[in-house]
């Protein structure tokens, strides 16, 4: 069991919970019976996502009745991106869990998600949904674009996942991208893997997933490509764009050149064109400029960032 003076632990299960009331209970008794005897120390981190229901009160018996969990309060709801960044904030363990406390997974999968790295063999482990899934068309089509526009090589993103601490730290603080913290993580080099986890029918309550989340989850994934595409090199992207625009109008103007005073043709749609792909191409290089400033501005601070996590390794207790 966890002992509650450790400064370090080996696993945190980070626990978003909105309105879960009917689960946490049960929840906790099933991660006492499945990590008490797992071999690695641990604790249970939950987050209450600004819950309406008796959720405050339920999780402050439980947080008295198991010493091996610890709760994080939002007074309103947050999202589970600032959800497992709260958590994250205030868990001891080496390796994060991002486990939902609405019982359609198991805590009794938790030790196979964390024995690859526990091993040393991966950095991140995803779960691959084993079982009936209400949105697997959805599901599929999100982990479908994503091994193409990011060559990740495994099959479910969005799933519970196991990653070590410093993972986290080169997250951005943006809503709703916990999604892409593997291909994110992927990008910067990270090892990946994953297992199968059964899924289970939920047993309480009602999925926080709507349909309005997919046309914000489209746009978030191209976000996200560009990120990582031309994040870094901005330039690649806007100054090319301008330069390819700024030269098509300059050879637009030549031809409107040689019709106007050779051939005594004046074309006011040609014109237009002219004046609008020069346009667009200085301020599409200039936007490139700026991207160049943001971008090192970006460099610098996650190299702040690295010195940091370099600092709490040194000194676990911050």
Same mark, same amino acid.
């Given at each position: ?7 370090? $632990? ?54 008295? &009745? ?7 309060? #939002? ?34 999968? !938790? ?12 950095? !991140? ?11 697997? =068309? ?39 991208? #916990? ?28 999925? @926080? ?27 690649? =992207? ?11 109008? =300059? ?23 002219? &004046? ?17 400033? !943001?971008?090192?501005?970006? &460099? ?12 709490? @390794? $040194?000194?676990?207790?911050?």
């Amino acid at each position: 069991m966890t002992l509650a003076a450790a400064e370090t $632990l080996d696993v945190s299960v980070l626990v978003p919970a909105k309105d879960e009331a009917a689960n946490l209970g049960e929840f906790l008794r099933l991660c006492a019976e499945a990590l008490g005897s797992a071999g690695f120390s641990f604790e249970v981190v939950i987050v209450n996502d600004g819950s309406r229901d008796d959720s405050a009160r339920l999780l402050g018996e439980l947080e008295r &009745e198991y010493p091996f969990v610890s709760v994080v309060t #939002h007074r309103r709801q947050l999202g589970i991106a600032d959800a497992l960044r709260s958590a994250g904030d205030v868990a001891r363990g080496d390796v994060f869990v991002f486990y939902p406390a609405d019982l359609q997974y198991l805590p009794e999968d !938790i030790p196979k998600l964390v024995a690859p790295i526990l091993q040393n063999r991966a950095d !991140i482990v995803t779960g691959t949904k084993q079982g009936k899934y209400e949105k697997a =068309f959805v599901s599929g089509v999100y982990n479908g674009l994503c091994r193409w526009l990011f060559g990740v090589g495994v099959t479910d993103l969005n799933s519970v996942k196991a990653y070590r601490r410093e993972v986290m730290s080169g997250m951005p603080l943006r809503p709703d991208w #916990h999604r892409y913290l593997v291909v994110i993580a992927a990008a910067d080099g990270y090892r990946l893997t994953s297992v199968p986890v059964p899924l289970y029918p939920r047993r309480a309550g009602t999925s @926080k997933f709507t349909w309005k989340r997919i046309p914000v989850g489209i746009f978030d994934l191209i976000s996200v490509w560009f990120q990582l595409r031309f994040g870094r090199k901005p330039m690649l =992207f806007f100054g090319m764009g301008g330069v390819a625009l700024f030269v098509i109008g =300059f050879l637009a103007g030549i031809v409107a050149l040689v019709l106007r005073f050779g051939y005594g043709i004046g074309l006011r749609p040609l014109l237009n064109l002219v &004046e609008i792909m020069v346009i667009s191409g200085i301020v599409l290089f200039g936007f490139g400029l700026l991207g160049e400033m !943001i971008a090192g501005l970006q &460099e610098e601070t996650r190299a702040q960032a690295r010195a940091l996590a370099r600092l709490d @390794k $040194l000194d676990p207790r911050g």
